[in-house]
DNA sequence: ATGACATATGAGATATGA
């Protein structure tokens, strides 16, 4: 089985793209973030013909998730309880699988903060502890689950380009967004990539300006974060950079794919 | 200090992103 999260910033904007990712990838869960329409404006058909079903979060412009997946998941949960003044951000399925039984699939678009004085800086840690807390109350560690999106948090220095020292006070990279994520960890989630990559730079989201994707200078943002049962089934992560390049006419999303392999 | 790029809105310039 293929779990995979994608950040693809306008999904009528990437809509061709995200078809030959499918077709080339051929994941079977997709967590997909920054939607940016509504849900009477998502392309069902569209997916539906290439075989995937889709449970969908959106809203006008902005934000908006997605799930697709081969077979119709069970929607357990339509938002983030609590926060649905800071736009449609979260999203929950579930499926009974032959080999997790009842395997729960969560995908987020966590806040940007935008500055530190900014007021959607506090409004971003608060929403990650309202994101703590639902995810306490809604799932076991000892339950195969799988919590992927884009966290807009650079958990450790080696997930940006930017060196220790400029980033005391950078937004992304602050100890108090640092310690909202290790706080989802200490529930029992664990960032699968890094687990089999412990000394890796790899990003996977790079500005549009400036070259930075050919430069290199880029952030580590996108996670597929998951329980003990779903990460001992994994047998490979990739950060798919090759879907971050422009493809003949087609735009790319500023963030790169992530998929996994679980046995 | 600003803008670089890109998407969406609404029909031009502005908001948002990370």
């Not at 806040?111 to 799932?139: I, M």
């Amino acid at each position: 089985m293929r779990i995979a999260t994608w950040n693809v910033n306008g999904l009528r904007a990437r809509l061709d793209f995200v078809l030959h990712w499918l077709q080339s990838r051929q994941p079977d869960i997709v967590g997909l973030q920054e939607l940016k329409l509504t849900d009477e404006q998502f392309p069902h058909d569209a997916f539906e013909a290439a075989g995937y079903q889709a449970a969908v979060h959106g809203q006008k412009a902005w934000n908006g998730v997605a799930i697709l997946s081969r077979q119709a998941g069970e929607v357990t949960q339509r938002g983030l309880p609590g926060e649905d003044d800071f736009g449609s951000r979260l999203v929950t399925a579930q499926w009974t699988t032959p080999q997790f039984g009842e395997l729960s699939f969560t995908t987020v678009y966590c806040p940007n903060g935008k500055n530190l004085e900014h007021d959607d800086y506090s409004k971003k840690l608060t929403w990650f502890d309202s994101l703590a807390a639902h995810w306490a109350s809604a799932h076991s560690s000892e339950e195969p689950a799988v919590l992927c999106g884009d966290f807009n948090i650079c958990p450790t220095e080696l997930d940006s380009h930017h060196p220790p020292e400029e980033t005391i006070d950078r937004i992304f990279h602050t100890a108090e967004e640092r310690q909202r994520f290790e706080s989802l960890l200490d529930r029992g989630l664990i960032d699968i990539y890094r687990r089999r990559n412990p000394d890796e730079r790899v990003y996977s989201w790079w500005d549009y300006r400036d070259g930075s994707f050919h430069r290199n200078l880029g952030l580590r943002i996108d996670f597929l974060l998951a329980t003990k049962g779903v990460t001992e089934r994994v047998v490979d992560v990739v950060i798919d950079r090759d879907y971050r390049k422009k493809q003949d006419d087609l735009t790319a999303s500023d963030h790169a794919p992530v998929y996994a392999d679980l046995e």
